[in-house]
């Protein structure tokens, strides 16, 4: 980590030795942050994927005409046998007496990993203010931007300002990339065939809120 604390990489508010636990702080910080998504984001997803394993959740339910539906746990539906109405709670609907069959079917991915990667959203604010605040220690108090605009590199105080907190920000996005696709994966394996929705959804903006 010995190049990430050298001075080049850092605006003014971080830079010398007085200001050496401040990048360390700073770097330990994003690694806690990049943490704590990948685990919280696991535990969250494995928890709602059991728990769902364990109790009833939905169900396909395929009447004699071929109308299919999904009903949820306690609904009552009405089905008829030999010109006589019952009234069934699912999934106690007899077959064998109705035609109607009742298939159960796991939560939607979508409902598995909502909010799953809440901490990007964390970070993402935290590099925001980052940048900001390094644009700022340019101007305040240093007046390092009179000095800065005298290099020969024009991209010099841009790459001082965003370079790590963009870069955290990008392999955080990759993070949770792997999550996903790793989530996706367990869903599938875990999931018994004829549990599957028949579509899945993937809702991106759920996961992050």
């Given at each position: 980590?010995k190049?990430?604390?050298?001075?080049?990489?850092?605006?003014?508010?971080?830079m010398?030795?007085?200001?050496?636990?401040?990048?360390?702080a700073?770097?330990?910080g994003?690694?806690?942050?990049?943490?704590?998504?990948?685990?919280?984001?696991?535990?969250?997803?494995?928890s709602?994927l059991?728990?769902?394993?364990?109790?009833?959740?939905?169900?396909?339910v395929?009447?004699?005409?071929?109308?299919?539906m999904?009903?949820?746990?306690?609904?009552?539906?009405?089905?008829w046998?030999e010109?006589?109405?019952?009234t069934?709670?699912?999934?106690?609907?007899?077959?064998?007496?109705?035609g109607?069959?009742v298939?159960?079917?796991?939560?939607?991915?979508?409902?598995?990993?909502?909010?799953a990667?809440?901490f990007?959203?964390?970070?993402?604010?935290?590099?925001?203010t980052?940048?900001l605040?390094?644009?700022?220690s340019?101007?305040?108090?240093?007046?390092?931007?009179?000095?800065?605009?005298?290099?020969?590199?024009?991209?010099?105080?841009?790459?001082?300002?965003?370079?790590?907190?963009?870069?955290?920000?990008?392999?955080?996005?990759?993070?949770?990339i792997?999550?996903?696709v790793?989530?996706?994966?367990?869903y599938?394996?875990?999931?018994?065939?004829?549990?599957i929705p028949?579509?899945?959804?993937?809702?991106?903006?759920?996961?992050?809120?």
């Open positions: 980590m190049h990430l604390t050298a001075d080049k990489w850092y605006a003014p508010r971080l010398g030795q007085v200001n050496a636990k401040l990048r360390r700073f770097l330990c994003i690694a806690g942050c990049l943490i704590v998504l990948a685990l919280y984001s696991l535990l969250l997803f494995l709602r059991n728990k769902d394993r364990e109790n009833d959740h939905a169900y396909i395929t009447f004699p005409d071929g109308e299919r999904t009903l949820y746990e306690h609904t009552l539906i009405n089905v046998v010109d006589v109405r019952y069934y709670e699912i999934p106690d609907v007899p077959f064998e007496k109705t109607v069959r298939e159960r079917i796991m939560a939607d991915f979508g409902a598995l990993t909502k909010g990667f809440l990007l959203m964390v970070l993402f604010f935290w590099m925001v980052e940048v605040l390094n644009y700022r340019f101007q305040h108090p240093s007046k390092a931007v009179y000095l800065i605009k005298r290099v020969s590199d024009r991209w010099e105080m841009h790459r001082r300002c965003l370079l790590i907190p963009v870069t955290a920000l990008l392999i955080g996005v990759l993070f949770c792997g999550l996903g790793l989530f996706y994966t367990i599938l394996k875990m999931t018994p065939p004829d549990r028949e579509q899945i959804e993937i809702a991106i903006w759920r996961m992050l809120v």
